[in-house]
């Protein structure tokens, strides 16, 4: 039973950030002690708490003294809690803010952004929270001593790094980190930061650009993250570019040759590494396989796929879900249209072929120009609903599957703020998502729409930042 502190009135100090109450769990300790849904906590342990990690680490101590708010009328409860949770459910996992970035890249895909988005698109996180919590990449270079301190003494591990390149001049020369916003000037190293966080297992990342840190210096680089123990893994993806690209450096996409040059070394890395760690350590986005026009790897290949949200093996994951037993017929005749972009629709055309054989059902695998974006963008997780709009006349079909990853996360709204209701009433026919997997992309076609669809990307940092409305 929670010791209930009687109420007072008073002014939280400075130092504290609210943290709105989003539900209170029935029967809970927060519940018998009279605080609601909308209240704010504002310290535990007599401590102002930034986040989630925080508030279950004073949890995590036993003993707990929680000072929460009646914003309504100021009115302040004190309960206390031994090794019982209180029943708190916040809105948010962030409760300061997502911290930004530091740097100025000339890869950065915000600065490259078309206007008009809704304005949580816009925001340049790099918050090593996000990074623990749901596998978002960072850079380190805003780090405090403070913030490297936490990491180690909460143990934060893994986290999800942003490397680039292990050269420090060529890294500076890539991201640009601006003097005034980095606290630690040790936080611009990335070497450094490797060594002081060697407690804290990291996946990194490589964004390659062709010609600033492929070739040689690719090799470099993965010699340097090899040598470090808590360095698990490196993702290695192409810059991402789109057509509104201003006053910003110039830059190309992989072609079909630079893509194969990027995949031979990572390969010899590969085979290296199996011999040397039992594990191939660099692995390849699949937006380098489908360039390049090279078969994807075989699922054992990704190892266990730690990080397919950046898009490492999204793809085998799609296929290694094959359909359930497909129907000879169907009781009517249905039209359906499978729109996705440039990139993955000779892909998604190979893998509906067995459903071709299905009596009285018609597909047509459609590549939807990113107009949004701009052409030089192929991916289907960057259409828009204002593509659709544009690709597809209203009533040809009787049915449009689009991605599950074109959707804000949790919610039925795409990028520009259409949403599936919108596009379906513009377009006079049903639209409904079509599955993150074979399997489940079939059922949906065949049963009607699936309840669990949802983005193969999981919660990532952007739909923190979507569905906290940290705009």
Same mark, same amino acid.
């Given at each position: 039973?929670?010791?209930?502190?009687? #109420?007072?009135?008073?002014?939280?100090?400075?130092?504290?950030?609210?943290?709105?109450?989003?539900?209170?769990?029935?029967?809970?300790?927060?519940?018998?002690?009279?605080?609601?849904?909308?209240?704010?906590?504002?310290?535990?342990?007599?401590?102002?708490?930034?986040?989630?990690?925080?508030?279950?680490?004073?949890? =995590?101590?036993?003993?707990?003294?929680?000072?929460?708010?009646?914003?309504?009328?100021?009115?302040?409860?004190?309960?206390?809690?031994?090794?019982?949770?209180?029943?708190?459910?916040?809105?948010?996992?962030?409760?300061?803010?997502?911290?930004?970035?530091?740097?100025?890249?000339?890869?950065?895909?915000?600065?490259?952004?078309?206007?008009?988005?809704?304005?949580?698109?816009?925001?340049?996180?790099?918050?090593?929270?996000?990074?623990?919590?749901?596998?978002?990449?960072?850079?380190?270079?805003?780090?405090?001593?403070?913030?490297?301190?936490?990491?180690?003494?909460?143990?934060?591990?893994?986290?999800?790094?942003?490397?680039?390149?292990?050269?420090?001049?060529?890294?500076?020369?890539?991201?640009?980190?601006?003097?005034?916003?980095?606290?630690?000037?040790?936080?611009?190293?990335?070497?450094?930061?490797?060594?002081?966080?060697?407690?804290?297992?990291?996946?990194?990342?490589?964004?390659?650009?062709?010609?600033?840190?492929? =070739?040689?210096?690719?090799?470099?680089?993965?010699?340097?993250?090899? #040598?470090?123990?808590?360095?698990?893994?490196?993702?290695?993806?192409?810059?991402?570019?789109?057509?509104?690209?201003?006053?910003?450096?110039?830059?190309?996409?992989?072609?079909?040759?630079?893509?194969?040059?990027?995949?031979?070394?990572?390969?010899?890395?590969?085979?290296?590494?199996?011999?040397?760690?039992?594990?191939?350590?660099?692995?390849?986005?699949?937006?380098?396989?489908?360039?390049?026009?090279?078969?994807?790897?075989?699922?054992?290949?990704?190892? =266990?796929?730690?990080? @397919?949200?950046?898009?490492?093996?999204?793809?085998?994951?799609?296929?290694?879900?094959?359909?359930?037993?497909?129907?000879?017929?169907?009781?009517?005749?249905?039209?359906?249209?499978?729109?996705?972009?440039?990139?993955?629709?000779?892909?998604?055309?190979?893998?509906?072929?067995?459903?071709? =054989?299905?009596?009285?059902?018609?597909?047509?695998?459609?590549?939807?120009?990113?107009?949004?974006?701009?052409?030089?963008?192929?991916?289907?997780?960057?259409?828009?609903?204002?593509?659709?709009?544009?690709?597809?006349?209203?009533?040809?079909?009787?049915?449009? @599957?689009?991605?599950?990853?074109?959707?804000?996360?949790?919610?039925?709204?795409?990028?520009?703020?259409?949403?599936?209701?919108?596009?379906?009433?513009?377009?006079?026919?049903?639209?409904?998502?079509?599955?993150?997997?074979?399997?489940?992309?079939?059922?949906?076609?065949?049963?009607?729409?699936?309840?669990?669809?949802?983005?193969?990307?999981?919660?990532?940092?952007?739909?923190?930042?979507?569905?906290?409305?940290?705009?």
């Amino acid at each position: 039973m929670p010791r209930v502190v009687p #109420s007072r009135r008073d002014r939280p100090r400075p130092d504290i950030t609210p943290a709105r109450i989003r539900a209170v769990e029935a029967g809970s300790p927060a519940e018998r002690a009279g605080v609601g849904a909308g209240w704010e906590l504002l310290r535990v342990n007599r401590l102002g708490i930034p986040d989630i990690l925080a508030y279950r680490r004073e949890l =995590g101590r036993g003993s707990a003294r929680i000072e929460v708010r009646d914003p309504a009328d100021g009115r302040l409860v004190e309960f206390e809690v031994a090794w019982e949770d209180p029943g708190l459910e916040f809105e948010d996992v962030i409760f300061d803010g997502i911290r930004l970035c530091a740097n100025k890249c000339d890869f950065c895909y915000i600065h490259q952004m078309p206007q008009g988005m809704r304005d949580s698109l816009y925001i340049m996180d790099d918050d090593f929270r996000t990074s623990f919590l749901y596998g978002s990449f960072v850079t380190l270079t805003n780090l405090t001593d403070d913030d490297l301190e936490r990491i180690l003494d909460e143990q934060l591990s893994p986290l999800y790094v942003s490397v680039h390149s292990a050269d420090e001049e060529r890294r500076h020369g890539l991201m640009k980190p601006w003097p005034h916003k980095v606290p630690d000037a040790g936080a611009a190293g990335i070497r450094t930061m490797i060594e002081r966080l060697e407690p804290i297992d990291l996946y990194t990342q490589m964004v390659l650009l062709p010609g600033r840190n492929d =070739g040689p210096s690719l090799t470099a680089t993965l010699e340097y993250l090899a #040598s470090r123990p808590n360095v698990l893994a490196v993702a290695t993806v192409p810059v991402g570019l789109t057509g509104h690209r201003r006053n910003l450096p110039e830059l190309e996409p992989y072609g079909p040759d630079g893509a194969r040059a990027v995949l031979q070394r990572v390969r010899a890395f590969q085979e290296r590494m199996l011999a040397e760690r039992g594990t191939r350590f660099v692995f390849a986005s699949d937006e380098l396989y489908l360039v390049a026009g090279e078969p994807l790897p075989p699922a054992e290949a990704y190892e =266990g796929y730690p990080m @397919l949200e950046n898009g490492i093996g999204m793809v085998r994951d799609f296929l290694d879900e094959p359909p359930d037993t497909l129907p000879e017929r169907l009781e009517g005749r249905r039209r359906a249209l499978l729109v996705t972009g440039k990139l993955f629709a000779p892909v998604l055309e190979r893998a509906v072929a067995p459903l071709r =054989g299905i009596d009285g059902l018609e597909l047509e695998v459609r590549a939807v120009p990113n107009r949004t974006f701009g052409e030089v963008t192929t991916v289907a997780g960057l259409l828009a609903g204002r593509d659709l709009l544009e690709a597809v006349r209203p009533g040809e079909a009787d049915l449009l @599957l689009i991605s599950p990853n074109m959707l804000k996360y949790g919610t039925r709204t795409m990028l520009d703020d259409l949403t599936v209701d919108d596009v379906a009433v513009a377009l006079g026919m049903p639209v409904v998502p079509g599955g993150s997997s074979l399997g489940q992309l079939a059922r949906t076609l065949l049963q009607g729409e699936a309840a669990d669809v949802a983005p193969s990307f999981g919660f990532s940092t952007h739909a923190v930042k979507e569905a906290s409305e940290q705009h």
